[in-house]
Protein backbone atom coordinates (compact mmCIF):
# COMPACT_ATOMS: atom_id res chain seq x y z
CA UNK A 1 0.00 0.00 0.00
CA UNK A 2 1.34 3.21 -1.08
CA UNK A 3 1.75 6.12 1.48
CA UNK A 4 -0.65 8.01 0.05
CA UNK A 5 -3.27 5.67 -0.15
CA UNK A 6 -2.69 5.19 3.73
CA UNK A 7 -2.80 9.16 4.66
CA UNK A 8 -6.34 9.37 2.96
CA UNK A 9 -7.73 6.00 4.73
CA UNK A 10 -6.54 7.11 8.03
CA UNK A 11 -8.76 10.70 7.15
CA UNK A 12 -11.44 8.70 6.74
CA UNK A 13 -11.20 6.93 9.74
CA UNK A 14 -11.08 10.12 11.70
CA UNK A 15 -14.58 11.60 10.17
CA UNK A 16 -16.67 8.44 10.84
CA UNK A 17 -15.43 8.71 14.16
CA UNK A 18 -16.65 12.02 15.14
CA UNK A 19 -18.99 13.00 12.72
CA UNK A 20 -21.22 9.83 12.11
CA UNK A 21 -24.67 11.12 14.10
CA UNK A 22 -24.71 14.48 11.69
CA UNK A 23 -23.73 12.40 8.66
CA UNK A 24 -26.48 10.08 9.28
CA UNK A 25 -29.41 12.98 9.58
CA UNK A 26 -27.75 14.74 6.45
CA UNK A 27 -28.06 11.27 5.18
CA UNK A 28 -31.93 10.37 5.83
CA UNK A 29 -33.22 13.91 5.35
CA UNK A 30 -35.94 13.70 3.02
CA UNK A 31 -35.75 17.01 0.71
CA UNK A 32 -39.32 16.46 -0.45
CA UNK A 33 -40.32 17.36 3.52
CA UNK A 34 -40.61 20.84 3.54
CA UNK A 35 -42.92 21.27 0.69
CA UNK A 36 -45.66 18.50 2.67
CA UNK A 37 -45.10 20.56 5.75
CA UNK A 38 -45.87 23.88 3.75
CA UNK A 39 -49.23 22.67 1.69
CA UNK A 40 -52.76 22.62 2.92
CA UNK A 41 -53.59 19.67 5.47
CA UNK A 42 -57.07 19.33 4.81
CA UNK A 43 -59.20 20.00 1.18
CA UNK A 44 -60.69 23.16 1.20
CA UNK A 45 -64.30 23.27 1.26
CA UNK A 46 -64.58 25.50 -1.71
CA UNK A 47 -63.62 22.35 -3.95
CA UNK A 48 -66.27 19.76 -2.38
CA UNK A 49 -69.68 19.74 -4.73
CA UNK A 50 -72.85 21.19 -2.80
CA UNK A 51 -74.67 18.04 -3.10
CA UNK A 52 -71.80 15.88 -1.20
CA UNK A 53 -73.62 17.26 1.71
CA UNK A 54 -75.79 15.63 3.53
CA UNK A 55 -79.22 17.05 4.60
CA UNK A 56 -79.97 17.62 7.89
CA UNK A 57 -82.23 19.43 10.48
CA UNK A 58 -79.29 22.24 10.71
CA UNK A 59 -79.08 23.25 7.75
CA UNK A 60 -77.79 27.15 7.23
CA UNK A 61 -80.27 29.78 6.42
CA UNK A 62 -79.18 30.48 3.11
CA UNK A 63 -80.34 26.36 2.21
CA UNK A 64 -84.20 27.09 4.51
CA UNK A 65 -84.45 30.19 1.96
CA UNK A 66 -83.27 27.74 -1.26
CA UNK A 67 -86.10 25.56 -0.07
CA UNK A 68 -88.75 28.07 0.78
CA UNK A 69 -88.46 29.82 -2.46
CA UNK A 70 -89.06 27.01 -4.44
CA UNK A 71 -92.05 25.57 -2.75
CA UNK A 72 -94.06 28.59 -3.44
CA UNK A 73 -92.91 29.30 -7.12
CA UNK A 74 -93.35 25.82 -8.59
CA UNK A 75 -97.34 26.52 -9.65
CA UNK A 76 -99.90 28.74 -9.78
CA UNK A 77 -103.25 28.09 -7.65
CA UNK A 78 -106.58 29.13 -9.67
CA UNK A 79 -110.16 28.78 -8.85
CA UNK A 80 -112.67 29.84 -10.34
CA UNK A 81 -116.49 29.51 -9.66
CA UNK A 82 -120.24 30.41 -11.18
CA UNK A 83 -121.08 34.19 -9.35
CA UNK A 84 -124.33 34.78 -11.23
CA UNK A 85 -126.75 33.12 -13.69
CA UNK A 86 -128.29 35.62 -15.80
CA UNK A 87 -131.48 34.99 -18.36
CA UNK A 88 -129.33 35.65 -21.06
CA UNK A 89 -125.56 33.82 -19.31
CA UNK A 90 -123.37 33.19 -16.73
CA UNK A 91 -120.78 35.13 -14.88
CA UNK A 92 -117.48 33.51 -14.02
CA UNK A 93 -115.15 34.82 -11.44
CA UNK A 94 -111.70 33.52 -10.90
CA UNK A 95 -109.27 34.23 -7.97
CA UNK A 96 -105.36 33.20 -8.52
CA UNK A 97 -102.52 33.42 -6.32
CA UNK A 98 -100.52 35.57 -8.34
CA UNK A 99 -101.47 37.94 -11.24
CA UNK A 100 -102.30 36.09 -14.25
CA UNK A 101 -103.32 36.35 -17.97
CA UNK A 102 -106.50 34.59 -18.09
CA UNK A 103 -108.85 33.00 -20.22
CA UNK A 104 -112.02 30.97 -19.72
CA UNK A 105 -112.46 27.66 -21.91
CA UNK A 106 -115.52 26.34 -21.85
CA UNK A 107 -118.16 23.98 -24.76
CA UNK A 108 -121.07 21.79 -24.70
CA UNK A 109 -119.44 18.22 -24.39
CA UNK A 110 -116.35 19.61 -22.43
CA UNK A 111 -113.91 22.93 -21.40
CA UNK A 112 -112.71 23.17 -25.20
CA UNK A 113 -113.39 24.50 -28.34
CA UNK A 114 -114.47 28.01 -27.18
CA UNK A 115 -112.53 30.69 -25.26
CA UNK A 116 -113.12 34.45 -23.58
CA UNK A 117 -110.14 36.11 -22.52
CA UNK A 118 -110.33 38.67 -18.99
CA UNK A 119 -109.21 41.50 -18.42
CA UNK A 120 -105.55 41.57 -17.20
CA UNK A 121 -102.98 40.31 -16.07
CA UNK A 122 -104.71 40.28 -12.46
CA UNK A 123 -105.04 38.15 -9.39
CA UNK A 124 -108.85 38.34 -10.01
CA UNK A 125 -111.65 38.83 -12.78
CA UNK A 126 -115.11 38.04 -13.80
CA UNK A 127 -116.91 38.03 -17.09
CA UNK A 128 -120.00 37.36 -18.47
CA UNK A 129 -120.59 34.46 -21.04
CA UNK A 130 -123.18 34.71 -23.22
CA UNK A 131 -126.19 31.25 -23.46
CA UNK A 132 -129.07 33.23 -24.84
CA UNK A 133 -129.42 31.35 -27.91
CA UNK A 134 -129.22 27.70 -26.12
CA UNK A 135 -130.73 26.40 -22.61
CA UNK A 136 -128.03 23.67 -22.96
CA UNK A 137 -125.45 23.40 -19.29
CA UNK A 138 -121.90 24.07 -20.67
CA UNK A 139 -118.63 22.91 -18.78
CA UNK A 140 -115.96 25.78 -17.88
CA UNK A 141 -112.59 26.25 -16.52
CA UNK A 142 -109.70 29.31 -15.97
CA UNK A 143 -106.56 28.52 -16.90
CA UNK A 144 -103.84 31.33 -16.59
CA UNK A 145 -99.99 32.00 -17.27
CA UNK A 146 -97.78 34.38 -15.13
CA UNK A 147 -94.93 36.50 -16.31
CA UNK A 148 -91.97 34.39 -16.58
CA UNK A 149 -94.27 31.67 -17.82
CA UNK A 150 -95.98 29.56 -15.35
CA UNK A 151 -99.32 28.19 -15.84
CA UNK A 152 -102.20 27.06 -13.54
CA UNK A 153 -106.06 25.88 -14.27
CA UNK A 154 -108.69 25.91 -12.05
CA UNK A 155 -111.08 22.62 -11.65
CA UNK A 156 -114.02 22.49 -14.43
CA UNK A 157 -117.33 24.19 -13.73
CA UNK A 158 -120.83 22.86 -15.65
CA UNK A 159 -123.96 25.60 -15.26
CA UNK A 160 -126.53 26.96 -17.63
CA UNK A 161 -127.90 30.18 -17.76
CA UNK A 162 -131.17 31.14 -15.23
CA UNK A 163 -134.06 29.26 -17.23
CA UNK A 164 -137.80 30.98 -16.59
CA UNK A 165 -141.02 28.86 -16.90
CA UNK A 166 -144.55 29.92 -17.31
CA UNK A 167 -148.11 28.39 -16.61
CA UNK A 168 -151.09 30.35 -17.35
CA UNK A 169 -154.36 29.05 -15.88
CA UNK A 170 -157.85 30.62 -16.66
CA UNK A 171 -159.33 30.12 -13.37
CA UNK A 172 -162.80 31.06 -14.53
CA UNK A 173 -164.16 31.52 -18.05
CA UNK A 174 -167.95 32.73 -19.15
CA UNK A 175 -169.21 33.65 -22.17
CA UNK A 176 -172.15 36.39 -22.88
CA UNK A 177 -174.31 35.06 -25.90
CA UNK A 178 -177.35 37.50 -26.36
CA UNK A 179 -178.54 35.97 -29.24
CA UNK A 180 -178.27 32.80 -31.31
CA UNK A 181 -175.31 30.31 -30.64
CA UNK A 182 -171.35 31.02 -29.94
CA UNK A 183 -168.32 29.38 -28.72
CA UNK A 184 -164.68 31.04 -27.86
CA UNK A 185 -161.05 28.65 -28.56
CA UNK A 186 -158.07 29.88 -26.59
CA UNK A 187 -154.51 29.57 -27.63
CA UNK A 188 -151.65 30.13 -25.68
CA UNK A 189 -147.82 29.40 -26.71
CA UNK A 190 -148.46 26.96 -29.27
CA UNK A 191 -151.36 25.36 -27.55
CA UNK A 192 -154.91 25.05 -28.70
CA UNK A 193 -157.87 24.65 -26.03
CA UNK A 194 -161.69 25.02 -26.96
CA UNK A 195 -163.44 25.51 -23.65
CA UNK A 196 -167.46 26.94 -25.11
CA UNK A 197 -167.96 24.94 -28.30
CA UNK A 198 -168.93 27.00 -31.45
CA UNK A 199 -172.77 26.10 -30.96
CA UNK A 200 -173.14 26.47 -27.56
CA UNK A 201 -176.18 28.78 -26.16
CA UNK A 202 -177.31 31.52 -24.56
CA UNK A 203 -177.93 33.76 -22.67
CA UNK A 204 -174.52 32.54 -21.08
CA UNK A 205 -172.23 29.77 -21.46
CA UNK A 206 -169.20 28.97 -18.56
CA UNK A 207 -166.24 26.68 -19.30
CA UNK A 208 -164.66 24.46 -16.55
CA UNK A 209 -160.85 26.17 -15.44
CA UNK A 210 -158.26 25.07 -16.99
CA UNK A 211 -154.22 25.58 -17.43
CA UNK A 212 -151.80 25.59 -20.43
CA UNK A 213 -148.77 23.36 -19.98
CA UNK A 214 -145.75 25.12 -18.79
CA UNK A 215 -143.47 26.21 -21.24
CA UNK A 216 -139.90 28.10 -20.63
CA UNK A 217 -139.14 31.93 -21.45
CA UNK A 218 -136.61 33.18 -23.97
CA UNK A 219 -133.88 35.74 -21.80
CA UNK A 220 -135.73 38.77 -21.35
CA UNK A 221 -139.26 37.11 -22.14
CA UNK A 222 -141.77 40.06 -20.01
CA UNK A 223 -145.02 38.69 -22.27
CA UNK A 224 -146.96 36.69 -24.28
CA UNK A 225 -150.08 36.53 -26.17
CA UNK A 226 -153.29 34.54 -25.45
CA UNK A 227 -155.84 34.57 -28.67
CA UNK A 228 -159.25 34.38 -28.00
CA UNK A 229 -160.86 33.41 -31.64
CA UNK A 230 -165.06 34.08 -31.04
CA UNK A 231 -167.27 32.41 -32.99
CA UNK A 232 -171.12 33.48 -33.50
CA UNK A 233 -174.53 32.99 -35.56
CA UNK A 234 -177.67 33.86 -35.26
CA UNK A 235 -179.68 32.35 -37.95
CA UNK A 236 -180.97 32.69 -40.52
CA UNK A 237 -177.24 34.66 -40.99
CA UNK A 238 -173.80 32.82 -42.03
CA UNK A 239 -171.14 32.07 -38.73
CA UNK A 240 -169.08 34.24 -37.91
CA UNK A 241 -165.85 34.68 -36.71
CA UNK A 242 -162.78 36.86 -35.24
CA UNK A 243 -159.75 36.52 -33.03
CA UNK A 244 -158.91 39.20 -30.68
CA UNK A 245 -155.33 38.83 -29.37
CA UNK A 246 -154.84 39.44 -25.28
CA UNK A 247 -151.29 40.38 -24.29
CA UNK A 248 -150.56 38.67 -20.94
CA UNK A 249 -147.63 40.00 -18.76
CA UNK A 250 -145.03 38.00 -16.67
CA UNK A 251 -143.82 38.66 -13.56
CA UNK A 252 -140.05 38.02 -13.35
CA UNK A 253 -140.80 35.27 -10.54
CA UNK A 254 -143.57 34.63 -8.79
CA UNK A 255 -147.21 34.79 -9.43
CA UNK A 256 -149.62 37.35 -10.61
CA UNK A 257 -153.54 37.22 -11.01
CA UNK A 258 -155.77 39.52 -13.04
CA UNK A 259 -159.35 39.67 -14.79
CA UNK A 260 -160.36 40.57 -18.58
CA UNK A 261 -162.96 41.39 -20.17
CA UNK A 262 -163.10 41.02 -24.16
CA UNK A 263 -165.95 42.10 -26.23
CA UNK A 264 -166.34 40.80 -30.17
CA UNK A 265 -169.12 40.19 -32.70
CA UNK A 266 -171.68 40.76 -30.34
CA UNK A 267 -170.13 38.52 -27.64
CA UNK A 268 -168.52 38.97 -24.22
CA UNK A 269 -165.37 36.77 -22.76
CA UNK A 270 -165.18 37.19 -19.06
CA UNK A 271 -161.83 35.46 -17.71
CA UNK A 272 -159.73 35.66 -14.67
CA UNK A 273 -155.91 34.44 -15.55
CA UNK A 274 -153.58 33.35 -13.08
CA UNK A 275 -149.86 33.53 -14.86
CA UNK A 276 -147.10 31.78 -12.73
CA UNK A 277 -143.18 32.29 -13.68
CA UNK A 278 -140.52 30.19 -12.06
CA UNK A 279 -136.95 30.06 -12.43
CA UNK A 280 -134.28 27.23 -12.26
Partial sequence: MSRRLLVILVALGVLATGGGAAGALLLARDPGDDAA???????????????????SSTSSSSTTSSSSTTSTTT????????????????????????PISAVLLWGFSGPSGNQLRFAGPARQGSLKLALARTTRPVSMRVTGQTADGRTGTSGTLTARRLLRQVVLEVQALSLDIPNGTGGLATTFRGTTFTPIGPASDGPTATAQPFAFPATLLGAGQRSGTLTLRFVAQVAPN?????????AIP?????????????????????????VTVTTR
Avoid: K, M, W
Fill in 37 to 55: VAGPTTIPETTAPVTSEPA
Fill in 75 to 98: GVSVQARVVQRLEDGVVVRYDASE
Fill in 238 to 246: PQRTRAVNL
Fill in 250 to 274: FPRSGQTTFSRNVPAIGLTAHLRLR
